[in-house]
């Protein structure tokens, strides 16, 4: 397809602050249903925010015990027993104060659903001093939350680190996952019921050799080393600008003694590190993506093109799994984002390489598909997310 047939497709915004071009909205519909609701639910949180509890310090109904003693109320998950979650209320009316501060994009998603705004999340805040009310606003104009300044304009920019708005109350009311008891102490881990489930459908056993190749910021490898309870040997990759918030998690988990780091491009993991050719038992991809699963969103755009670009990109991952895994091991590959071309269409890449479908997945019912597990965020009211099911190196 000649360049202009690419950037020449109109954009098609619905009247949201989402805006696909039409060769993206035909794949997202073919996928996820109708993309104008699609678009409108990715402007909202999940219907419910979760946690998951490090069953190598304490049990699921100590932690609720212990969080409801600090006032947070969470529920067991209905089928995965170490998640708990609360509820995500609103959207509510927010007044617009007379100082405002500009959060990035990230930070004024996170803020939505009442996390406190912190110093490197902030973009403006010309004028404001300790103390001041604000209202925060992402850089496009929606009014996320409003607070109380805790840094002035110059400390913002001087120390650049810590909570500089303290959120008083945001366009959606979700539990302040800092505030939780224990979180710095690896009691909990903040990750989304989807991302959780990617352990589970792999199903680690203790003595394997398990690699997952995209492991920052380290949700998925320290689920693994909790369900094996340690007893496998554990291979976490990453680019070395992500490794230290990995291993800053693995060491708050309690796992650290249990996993290896390494600082590579792991699409070069069999060079990099040739003792792992062919005697790998399970491999977990989470790689780069368009990450339109993501929600709540302020604003969105993409188009074809980003997600060709991203299929192309990811199926270089899936090949180099091919490499490590020993004939008979398991692949499990996920995403945050819903279209086909970056998940299907990568599992349909993996068959030609060598992989077999295992469809004999025990946990999500409710999410089956012909390839894995999907997540729609319209119809669950979670995150958008994908998980193959194993995928089995036979040549």
């Known amino acids: 397809m000649m360049k202009g047939q690419w950037d020449d497709r109109p954009l098609l915004s619905c009247g949201t602050r989402i805006r696909y071009d039409t060769g993206l909205a035909e794949v997202l519909e073919a996928s996820s249903g109708n993309v104008c609701v699609l678009m409108d639910r990715l402007q909202r ?36 027993g170490e998640a708990l979650w609360a509820p995500v209320k609103g959207p509510r009316s927010l007044k617009r104060l007379d100082k405002t501060v500009v959060a990035d994009k990230a930070a004024a998603e996170s803020v939505m659903t009442g996390s406190d705004l912190f110093a490197p999340g902030v973009v403006y805040a010309k004028g404001v001093e300790r103390g001041d009310s604000v209202s925060i606003v992402s850089p496009n104009g929606v009014h996320v939350g409003n607070g109380v300044a805790v840094m002035s304009w110059r400390e913002i920019a ?3 680190v810590g909570v500089a708005v303290r959120v008083y109350e945001s366009l959606y009311e979700g539990p302040k996952i800092s505030e939780l008891p224990g979180l710095k102490e690896g009691l909990v881990y903040a990750q989304s019921l989807p991302a959780m489930y990617v352990a589970h459908v792999l199903d680690p056993r203790p003595g394997e050799t398990i690699v997952d190749m995209t492991a920052a910021p380290g949700g998925k490898i320290t689920h693994i080393a909790q369900i094996v309870r340690g007893n496998a040997r554990l291979i976490a990759i990453d680019r070395r600008g992500r490794v230290d918030k990995l291993v ?8 650290s003694e249990h996993v290896s780091v390494y600082a590579i491009d792991s699409r070069r993991a069999s060079a990099e590190l040739p003792w792992l050719r062919d005697r790998v038992d399970r491999v977990i991809i989470d790689p780069p993506c368009t990450d339109i699963g993501v929600i709540p969103k302020v604003y969105d755009r993409k188009t074809l093109r980003d997600a060709v670009a991203m299929h192309r990109y990811q199926v270089q991952f899936v090949r180099e799994a091919h490499r490590l895994l020993k004939r008979g091991g398991v692949l499990v590959y996920s995403t945050c984002t819903l279209t086909s071309l970056e998940n299907e269409a990568v599992i349909l890449r993996a068959l030609d390489m060598g992989f077999e479908l295992d469809e004999a997945v025990d946990v999500g ?25 194993r995928l089995v190196k036979k040549r």
């Open 248 to 255: 800053s998690n693995l060491k708050r988990l309690g796992v």
């Open 158 to 160: 001087s120390i650049g």
């Open 365 to 389: 019912k409710r999410y089956r598909t012909d390839m894995g597990l999907r997540f729609n965020p319209v119809r669950d009211g979670t995150p958008g997310f994908f998980v193959s099911y």
């Open 45 to 80: 949180p999940p219907d419910r925010i979760y946690v998951r509890v490090n069953t190598l310090k304490i049990r699921p109904e100590d932690y609720q015990s212990l969080a409801r003693d600090h006032g947070f109320w969470l529920e067991r998950d209905e089928e995965l």
